[in-house]
């Protein structure tokens, strides 16, 4: 039953869709679902995988740099293949078999890049701190939003997801939320988000 009202929700916001042709930048696996929700490419290199803070801004910081930096392979501690993007960017390669499947997925996914048409996503967790998220609000990214477990009334460009206050960061936003099809991740619409011009 779960499965089945969720294809239906997919369905319904692929009909409300009307922007395809966009990069989501995220430090999680976050990305992949949405393109896999509304049924399309994964035009992101950040898909199946997570990227540790303080490392994620500098990454975005520096984002045309790094998406064509070269890689190069640390031991992993644990069991998921590890690069080191630019020789300072950890990436945890979480759902790859192993370190040069993670690395050509990235190399061809990044080459589908939408550079005039990015949306910059940040999930609170994996050692985000909040002068993370307050560097994250100074990015000049037009389409951002951070993803939190609690409220920051300093920060102008979060979105609070119910269900984790009373956990030190946010859990896994990719998980079902009760019996109904809807994750927790749904409680932000991204549609009208993606829609943006």
Same mark, same amino acid.
């Given at each position: 039953m779960k499965e089945l009202l969720r294809?239906?929700?997919?369905k319904f916001q692929r009909l409300r869709l009307?922007?395809?042709d966009f990069t989501i930048i995220a430090n999680n696996c976050i990305a992949g679902c949405v393109y896999h929700d509304l049924g399309l490419r994964f035009d992101t290199p950040t898909v199946n995988l997570y990227i540790p803070f303080p490392?994620?801004?500098l990454f975005l910081k520096n984002l045309r740099q790094f998406v064509y930096a070269e890689f190069a392979e640390l031991p992993s501690d644990n069991g998921h293949p590890v690069g080191l993007l630019g020789g300072v960017i950890h990436v945890y390669f979480l759902h790859y078999q192993s370190f040069n499947e993670g690395v050509e997925s990235w190399k061809r996914r990044t080459e589908r890049m939408h550079w005039d048409n990015l949306y910059v996503v940040l999930s609170e967790r994996d050692g985000c701190r909040e002068m993370d998220l307050h560097e994250f609000d100074l990015l000049p990214y037009r389409k951002k939003i951070a993803f939190t477990h609690i409220d920051y009334p300093s920060i102008s460009n979060f979105f609070l997801i119910h269900g984790f206050e009373k956990s030190k960061e946010l859990g896994n936003i990719m998980d079902y939320q009760g019996?109904?099809?809807r994750k *927790? *991740?749904?409680q932000f619409d991204w549609v009208k988000f993606l829609n943006q011009k």
């Amino acid at each position: 039953m779960k499965e089945l009202l969720r294809k239906l929700h997919n369905k319904f916001q692929r009909l409300r869709l009307r922007n395809c042709d966009f990069t989501i930048i995220a430090n999680n696996c976050i990305a992949g679902c949405v393109y896999h929700d509304l049924g399309l490419r994964f035009d992101t290199p950040t898909v199946n995988l997570y990227i540790p803070f303080p490392d994620y801004i500098l990454f975005l910081k520096n984002l045309r740099q790094f998406v064509y930096a070269e890689f190069a392979e640390l031991p992993s501690d644990n069991g998921h293949p590890v690069g080191l993007l630019g020789g300072v960017i950890h990436v945890y390669f979480l759902h790859y078999q192993s370190f040069n499947e993670g690395v050509e997925s990235w190399k061809r996914r990044t080459e589908r890049m939408h550079w005039d048409n990015l949306y910059v996503v940040l999930s609170e967790r994996d050692g985000c701190r909040e002068m993370d998220l307050h560097e994250f609000d100074l990015l000049p990214y037009r389409k951002k939003i951070a993803f939190t477990h609690i409220d920051y009334p300093s920060i102008s460009n979060f979105f609070l997801i119910h269900g984790f206050e009373k956990s030190k960061e946010l859990g896994n936003i990719m998980d079902y939320q009760g019996m109904f099809g809807r994750k *927790y *991740y749904d409680q932000f619409d991204w549609v009208k988000f993606l829609n943006q011009k």
